[in-house]
């Protein structure tokens, strides 16, 4: 597999940007609830609201709520729930209806989780995600369980890094982008989407089918992406050196 290479400095020149949360701004950790932000990055992420003067969201798995909870609402664009979510910098929120599923759904799931410790059941308003990082033995039930009940209800399932979810079908991480780029201030500028896992895939290629680029965080793999930096330490001093030479 050949290798991609770093992003060059000018790339969010004129650009908007968009980024990751779990993976990308912040190392993943054993259970979702372990993650914790430091107030280096709530400020980079401020600077880079700055510089990018306002062109900059965020694009997460997570719920908006989570989002805020780590990084705070700084009136920059959040998407969550992959891409089901969706707050302008205004403070406009669109979301679908959760299914009525969803309950019966989640107690099943707290009992799977209660029945396999170490397998950390992850809540969302509109899914279900089973992370099995502690357990990698339980891959297969966690899968089959997952797959099981997303066909029941007519979900869709989204694999990831040791983990697997079920959620309202409907949106992705690359659909968020695209709503996105319509906004004010945004529209007519090139999209760079910073992210790690499967689920921005999507991202990448839209990014790249509006005139942008993907950045992948981490080993090399085959992706949509274009370029590549080793892990989150690299991305943050990318976007560290960034913000600093726009200030």
Do not use: C
Not at 115 to 131: Q, S
């Amino acid at each position: 597999m050949q290798d991609l290479p770093p992003p060059p400095d000018d790339l969010l020149n004129g650009a908007s940007l968009f980024l990751d949360f779990d993976g990308t701004l912040v190392d993943l950790a054993p259970r979702p609830e372990d993650v914790r932000v430091d107030d280096a990055l709530r400020l980079l992420v401020a600077r880079l609201g700055r510089a990018m003067e306002g062109r900059l969201a965020i694009v997460s798995g997570r719920a908006i709520e989570a989002i805020d909870r780590h990084l705070g609402p700084e009136g920059i664009s959040v998407s969550g729930s992959h891409g089901l979510e969706l707050r302008g910098a205004d403070g406009r929120l669109t979301v679908p209806e959760r299914p009525a599923a969803l309950a019966a759904l989640t107690e099943r799931a707290r009992a799977f989780g209660a029945a396999n410790p170490g397998v950390v059941i992850e809540e969302k308003p509109f899914g279900l995600g089973f992370h099995y990082r502690l357990v990698p033995e339980a891959e297969a039930a966690s899968h089959a369980l997952a797959e099981a009940m997303a066909a029941e209800a007519g979900l869709h399932l989204q694999p990831g890094k040791m983990m697997i979810e079920l959620r309202v079908a409907g949106g992705d991480k690359g659909t968020a982008l695209a709503t996105m780029m319509k906004g004010a201030g945004m529209a007519g500028t090139r999209p760079v989407f910073i992210g790690d896992d499967l689920t921005d895939e999507p991202a990448f290629v839209q990014a790249e089918a509006m005139g942008g680029a993907g950045i992948l965080v981490g080993p090399a793999r085959a992706t949509g992406a274009r370029y590549r930096l080793d892990d989150v330490a690299a991305t943050l001093g990318w976007l560290d050196a960034f913000a600093r030479a726009a200030a």
